[in-house]
């Protein structure tokens, strides 16, 4: 797959289709791929050149080597208020981004993240506004530490490692599925989704594939809130949440399009943290309204 250098890291990146660029982060540790092809495929369709992207520490793009801090005690740390240091910042994956862009010869593009893609959009959007023609965060949140907790076996699942061995990697990320997706959860398509991701960052040994799950967490955690810089925003905004997401509650979403200046807020019954094929067409609906 093709790699850009966006600074002192290479980017892994597909794309398809034409039109108005489009690109696509994903959540918290999952590679490109986790945004099914069929999906992306009806983007293309509609107009769009559809980018999807690894982020640093997962995927084909470029792992780091520094240990990340401990978590618990990043944890421990966001919650009270005080700062630690992490290895990056959800700035710097926003600029990363903007690597790709520049890379790719392209201005502007509207951005679309899901989870920690969402916080690294909502960061594009606060810190490099001419470079999006529109934001949209999908079951994402400002990072407020007063907004609720997802569920018991929602947060589990966040905190546990992906195990190495392939086997027991893709029976995590399905029973991961089995949680995150509710009522829409299709096991043939949880394994096909995570056989993929697994085979795509198969090369990297398994640590570094746990630690950079933790850098991104780190940066995740360490990066602050978003609620007062979100009310500068002035660019066409979309949020999209799903009623019965169990890892960020509908609150978080709801919370988002209350600072940003104008957002459209669209409450997707029946969607927990999982862009499911039941929801496609109303998303991408929304998408084609900017």
Same mark, same amino acid.
């Given at each position: 797959?093709?790699?850009? *250098?966006?600074?002192? /890291?290479?980017?892994?990146?597909?794309?398809?289709?034409?039109?108005?660029? /489009?690109?696509?982060?994903?959540?918290?540790?999952?590679?490109? %791929?986790?945004?099914?092809?069929?999906?992306?495929?009806?983007?293309?369709?509609?107009?769009?050149?559809?980018?999807? @992207?690894?982020?640093?520490?997962?995927?084909?793009? *470029?792992?780091?080597?520094?240990?990340?801090?401990?978590?618990?005690?990043?944890?421990?740390?966001?919650?009270?208020?005080?700062? %630690?240091?992490?290895?990056?910042?959800?700035?710097? @994956?926003?600029?990363?981004?903007?690597? /790709?862009?520049?890379?790719?010869?392209?201005?502007?593009?509207?951005?679309?993240?899901?989870?920690?893609?969402?916080?690294?959009?909502?960061? /594009?959007?606060?810190?490099?506004?001419?470079?999006?023609?529109?934001?949209?965060?999908?079951?994402?949140?400002?990072? *407020?530490?007063?907004?609720?907790?997802?569920?018991?076996?929602?947060?589990?699942?966040?905190?546990?490692?992906?195990?190495?061995?392939?086997?027991?990697?893709?029976?995590?990320?399905?029973?991961?599925?089995?949680?995150?997706?509710?009522?829409?959860? *299709?096991?043939?398509?949880?394994?096909?989704?995570?056989?993929?991701?697994?085979?795509?960052?198969?090369?990297?040994?398994?640590?570094?594939?746990?630690?950079?799950?933790?850098?991104?967490?780190?940066?995740?955690?360490?990066?602050?809130?978003?609620?007062?810089?979100?009310?500068?925003?002035?660019?066409?905004?979309?949020?999209?949440?799903?009623?019965?997401?169990?890892?960020?509650?509908?609150?978080?979403?709801?919370?988002?399009?209350?600072?940003?200046?104008?957002?459209? @807020?669209?409450?997707?019954?029946? @969607?927990?943290?999982?862009?499911?094929?039941?929801?496609?067409?109303? %998303?991408?609906?929304?998408?084609?309204?900017?």
């Amino acid at each position: 797959m093709p790699h850009v *250098d966006a600074g002192a /890291l290479r980017i892994a990146y597909d794309e398809r289709g034409e039109g108005e660029p /489009l690109v696509l982060l994903m959540g918290l540790a999952w590679p490109r %791929v986790y945004w099914d092809d069929a999906f992306c495929d009806r983007l293309a369709a509609k107009g769009f050149r559809v980018i999807r @992207m690894d982020a640093r520490d997962v995927g084909e793009s *470029d792992f780091l080597e520094e240990m990340p801090p401990n978590i618990g005690r990043i944890v421990q740390a966001a919650f009270a208020g005080e700062s %630690v240091e992490a290895p990056y910042s959800l700035s710097d @994956m926003a600029l990363d981004v903007v690597g /790709l862009l520049d890379a790719l010869g392209i201005e502007r593009a509207h951005v679309c993240g899901s989870s920690l893609g969402g916080m690294v959009a909502q960061t /594009l959007a606060i810190e490099h506004p001419g470079r999006l023609s529109s934001l949209t965060s999908i079951m994402s949140s400002t990072g *407020d530490r007063a907004l609720p907790l997802g569920t018991p076996a929602a947060m589990e699942i966040l905190f546990t490692p992906i195990p190495a061995e392939r086997d027991a990697a893709v029976a995590h990320q399905v029973a991961s599925f089995r949680i995150f997706s509710a009522s829409a959860f *299709d096991e043939a398509r949880a394994t096909r989704l995570a056989e993929r991701g697994f085979d795509l960052q198969a090369h990297v040994p398994p640590l570094l594939r746990q630690t950079g799950a933790a850098r991104q967490l780190a940066a995740m955690l360490t990066s602050g809130d978003r609620v007062q810089a979100l009310g500068q925003v002035a660019i066409p905004s979309l949020i999209v949440h799903g009623s019965d997401d169990p890892l960020v509650p509908l609150a978080a979403g709801q919370q988002t399009a209350e600072c940003i200046p104008g957002a459209r @807020m669209l409450e997707i019954e029946g @969607m927990g943290h999982d862009l499911a094929p039941p929801f496609w067409d109303t %998303v991408i609906g929304a998408l084609k309204t900017w």
